[in-house]
């Protein structure tokens, strides 16, 4: 009898643990979603902590003027029901405009995972004048990983703030005009769709997808098998913003690439002339091979000069693959054993 009762409180135990892994948000409830946040935070404060789920339903979760929703917990998986359902936004007051100030969440845990939903900065963008910094996720943390996450703002939309960062976006959307996608560490875009928006109400003015600050990794930002979808202003791959920046850009399509300017890259430095920018195996959208044989480029600042050439050649070209950036991280596989662990999740609901 004794061992009966010692096996069902232990059974009870283990059930008790495995309750606590999975959170489900109330659908369109914003209040809700904070709660699930701060509980998640708080069940897997320990970097050693199981994997936590945060299952958020379709429908609009609006923060208000809510900014910097904080994610300190660790190996946390926020899902949603699908990318386009699913939406988290915020709209700050634009007098508090600022790439530190506007967050709607901003991740200081490690190896946290996002994955079928949006996030929406819808700060009046075209009211702030000569700046409009709104960012979706601004990512103090390491290891994180968005899959089939949409990320809608305009300047400054995503911001790996981590110097010695690595993150990791598959079939993801991210929208913007200016240095929409910003920062440190090495983080590889896998199948992506990077649109580019209106730089003004009536489309003059110029967009800059990228503005890498590389400064103690080796490998920067790195799209691959990306799609460019331009809606009207002119675009550039990417200007550096200070340090030794690294923005590679492996057979991507480009929707337009008439629109692409001439140079390709910002040839105007902001705090630095020197980058690693590089093409290669650039296609339009019938699948042609569009990337031009040589590009050199003069990299400028003040009485500063960097010539260098931009494209790669097959070999360079191959040095680049995941298992050589991230040497001690597997994204890949651990978004497999996510995504399964969440169909199963759903299904229950």
């Given at each position: 009898m004794k061992h009966i009762v010692l096996t069902l409180l232990c059974l009870g135990i283990s059930l008790a643990a495995f309750c606590q892994r999975v959170i489900t948000v109330k659908a369109g409830d914003a209040e809700s979603l904070l709660a699930a946040v701060n509980e998640a935070n708080k069940v897997n404060a320990d970097k050693d902590a199981p994997q936590l789920f945060v299952l958020i339903p379709n429908g609009l979760y609006d923060l208000g003027e809510r900014v910097l929703t904080r994610i300190t917990g660790h190996h946390i998986v926020f899902v949603g029901q699908s990318m386009e359902g699913t939406v988290i936004q915020n709209a700050p007051d634009i007098k508090n405009e600022g790439i530190s100030k506007t967050a709607v969440f901003q991740n200081r845990g490690s190896d946290i995972c996002f994955q079928d939903l949006t996030l929406s900065n819808a700060l009046d963008y075209y009211s702030c004048g000569a700046a409009g910094r709104a960012v979706t996720l601004q990512d103090k943390g390491t290891r994180t990983i968005c899959n089939r996450v949409r990320l809608l703002s305009y300047q400054d939309t995503y911001y790996s703030d981590n110097e010695q960062c690595q993150h990791y976006f598959q079939d993801s959307e991210i929208h913007g005009t200016v240095d929409f996608i910003c920062g440190a560490g090495d983080v590889w875009f896998e199948g992506c769709r990077i649109v580019t928006e209106k730089r003004t109400t009536d489309g003059h003015g110029r967009d800059v997808i990228a503005a890498p600050r590389t400064s103690e990794t080796s490998w920067g930002y790195i799209f691959s098998h990306c799609t460019v979808e331009n809606i009207v202003s002119d675009f550039e791959y990417a200007r550096g913003w200070h340090t030794t920046p690294h923005c590679i850009w492996l057979y991507t399509t480009l929707l337009t690439?008439?629109?692409?300017?001439?140079?390709?890259?910002?040839?105007?430095?902001?705090?630095?002339?020197?980058?690693?920018?590089?093409?290669?195996?650039?296609?339009?959208?019938?699948?042609?091979?569009?990337?031009?044989?040589?590009?050199?480029?003069t990299f400028t600042l003040e009485n500063e000069n960097n010539t260098v050439e931009t494209i790669l050649t097959a070999d360079e070209a191959r040095r680049y693959t995941i298992k050589n950036v991230f040497t001690e991280w597997n994204p890949v596989k651990t978004l497999k054993q996510v995504e399964k662990k969440a169909r199963q999740l759903w299904r229950r609901q």
């Open positions: 690439p008439e629109k692409l300017c001439k140079t390709r890259f910002d040839s105007r430095g902001m705090r630095t002339v020197q980058n690693d920018f590089k093409e290669y195996g650039t296609m339009d959208a019938t699948g042609k091979n569009i990337t031009p044989a040589s590009n050199v480029v």
